[in-house]
């Protein structure tokens, strides 16, 4: 029992309350997120050390035992994954300072944000699956909001799709719980590991892991991408680095879960099928992001390269690969949402996204072409940056369980990541300059810093390695041992 | 009982997905909300149908009637509540901003 485990989604959720009350305090507003998020990022260090420490933590909620009531538990693949969504948020809210206007931000942006982080935070910490489509309701309820504030012409259309979609498919993620309740009789995630090892997972327990296959993807734009690009390019650019940054890596993280501890018993299906949909997810990625010359479509697509590499570790299911895939997950979340608040700066400065219509702002932003530089680089993984370690290591897991085609579709994308990323440099940055300072629609003032944080972090995460393997490889332990997390959870206790 | 709890829900799925891939934003809507309560049957459905009596303590019964799906679907209404509230009101501001309830002409283009 440990109480701590459960201050990352409290600590949004009441100062999001508190804030609503006071709509017109925009200062204290501010200053109040930032408290928020340092707030969350500072316990899920201390829940880091912890678990280090002395394993896994658990909180059973209302002390009710671990079948009857819910659990919330803590391994070390949660608690690195709430540390980056502190950084990614952090900086995402300084961003959103100097961007977001005075007009979303007296309707109530940032409780929404602290929201959307509740609703994150609790996904990754429940250790109920009911809970989990609660937490998963919180995070999309907020992002609704968060996609339609402003309400120009382009959100709502946009988000009408995007909102249509998560229905339904939360729809299928309450069927497919019904499905398993009725099977296994409980929603316990450790005592549906137990109940399903024990009784075999046979074919329609397959088909129910399937089903929840199909609602994660949905979230996590594993080949079921197709409201991804127009809604990600609506929104603006703090919300949507948010988003790239948050949204579907909790679904990446819903799959993990579920396909390491549940449903593992059966990988040649299962985990066959969900490498045939990464390697389809990288390769229709890659070739959108090749093919447009829209800044905003090019780095949505690269989000769904992103999410193709990750679910190939996945599918390779050897520890390696599993380390390979904490990693470049963690990286893949700096990364999006630095790519897309560089990628938002350049169409503030510039107020067009058209590719074809910018050239040249290194000549007048030197420091954001160069960090722009860096952060291509990461994104593609070249070395010492930090999509470096993480690609070697899912390439050298696909190899080692066979999927040779696998780990070829992986290094090959990350080629066309790297020209379609590539081509915004080239384009946008070298070239003659069109625009002086004086024509510019807007300025970096304030907006260079989050991006200078995110890049930094990247950079840690590259060169620093060496230090952050260790957590990443404790994270590994506790996703291939079913039996740890179990353990956590009922404590000695005897299942029944 | 069970089978025709199962029927009834295919059923309500089946109106549901209809309404949904129909044009009209309201009917999108109204097939979302029956969706839902086909799902809230479902979850009542797989927890089983009437068996023994009341979850009390003390009671003379030997089962019990399981009431975790009761709370389930008890969460399940109130999520759904708001999601349709909210998805309502987003397709009418819609329908005042961009002029049409047509989702056909929601599709938009690139330049605007």
């Known amino acids: 029992m440990n109480n701590v485990v459960l201050l990352p989604i409290i600590i949004p959720l009441l100062t999001g309350m508190i804030m609503i009350i006071f709509r017109k305090n925009i200062r204290f507003q501010r200053a109040f997120s930032i408290f928020a998020i340092l707030a969350t990022g500072a316990v899920s260090v201390f829940l880091m050390a912890q678990i280090r420490a002395k394993g896994i933590q658990t909180l059973q909620l209302g002390g009710w035992q671990a079948p009857f009531g819910i659990s919330m538990v803590a391994d070390m693949f949660s608690a690195l994954l709430l540390l980056t969504t502190s950084v990614v948020s952090f900086c995402c809210l300084l961003f959103a300072f100097r961007s977001i206007g005075k007009e979303r931000e007296a309707s109530y942006f940032y409780p929404m944000v602290l929201f959307l982080i509740t609703g994150v935070n609790g996904s990754f910490l429940t250790g109920d699956l009911f809970n989990l489509y609660v937490c998963f309701e919180v995070m999309l309820i907020s992002s609704y909001v968060l996609i339609t504030l402003g309400g120009t012409k382009k959100q709502l259309r946009e988000s009408i799709k995007y909102v249509l979609t998560n229905i339904v498919s939360s729809f299928l993620f309450l069927v497919a719980i019904a499905y398993l309740y009725a099977m296994t009789g409980t929603l316990n995630l450790a005592h549906l590991s137990v109940r399903i090892a024990e009784a075999g997972q046979d074919g329609l327990m397959t088909t129910v892991a399937i089903l929840f296959l199909i609602v994660f993807s949905m979230k996590a734009a594993l080949f079921l991408f197709f409201w991804l690009p127009g809604s990600y390019s609506a929104p603006p650019t703090a919300i949507a680095a948010l988003f790239a940054g948050l949204l579907t890596k909790v679904g990446i993280y819903a799959l993990f879960r579920m396909f390491t501890l549940v449903f593992y018993h059966e990988p040649q299906i299962t985990h066959l099928i969900i490498g045939v949909l990464g390697a389809l997810t990288m390769l229709l990625g890659a070739i959108g992001a090749i093919a447009y010359w829209d800044i905003k479509k090019i780095l949505t697509y690269n989000v769904m390269v992103g999410v193709g590499f990750i679910m190939a570790g996945l599918a390779s299911f050897t520890p390696v690969a599993m380390t390979g895939s904490i990693y470049y997950l963690i990286h893949d979340m700096i990364i999006k949402a630095l790519i897309f608040l560089i990628g938002g700066t350049m169409i503030h400065l510039t107020g067009t996204s058209k590719l074809k219509e910018i050239s040249g702002l290194i000549g007048t932003h030197p420091y954001l072409g160069w960090l722009f530089f860096i952060a291509a680089l990461s994104l593609s993984g070249i070395p010492p940056l930090s999509g470096f370690l993480g690609k070697v290591y899912i390439t050298q897991g696909t190899f080692e369980t066979g999927y040779y085609w696998l780990g070829a579709i992986g290094l090959i994308t990350s080629l066309m990541v790297l020209f379609s990323i590539m081509k915004i440099f080239m384009n946008g940055f070298w070239g003659e300059t069109y625009l002086s300072e004086e024509m510019e629609k807007g300025t970096t003032k304030g907006l260079m810093f989050p991006i200078g944080l995110l890049t930094v972090a990247t950079i840690v995460l590259g060169v620093g390695a060496e230090g952050i393997i260790e957590y990443v490889n404790l994270a590994t332990e506790s996703l291939m041992n079913p039996k740890l997390y179990i353990e956590a959870v009922f404590r000695g206790n005897v299942t029944p | ?112």
């Open chain 2, 1 to 112: 009982m069970e089978t025709l709890m199962s029927i009834l829900v295919g059923l309500l799925f089946s109106i549901g997905t209809y309404l949904i891939l129909s044009k009209t934003l309201l009917r999108i809507v109204l097939g979302a909300s029956i969706i839902s309560h086909g799902v809230n049957l479902l979850i009542l459905t797989m927890g089983g149908l009437k068996k023994g009596g009341l979850p009390l303590l003390g009671g003379n019964n030997l089962s019990y009637t399981d009431a975790l799906p009761q709370a389930l679907i008890l969460t399940a209404i109130v999520i759904n509540f708001a999601v349709t509230a909210l998805f309502l009101v987003l397709c009418y501001r819609t329908y005042q901003v961009v002029g049409t309830d047509d989702s056909e002409q929601l599709r938009g283009n690139e330049d605007e």
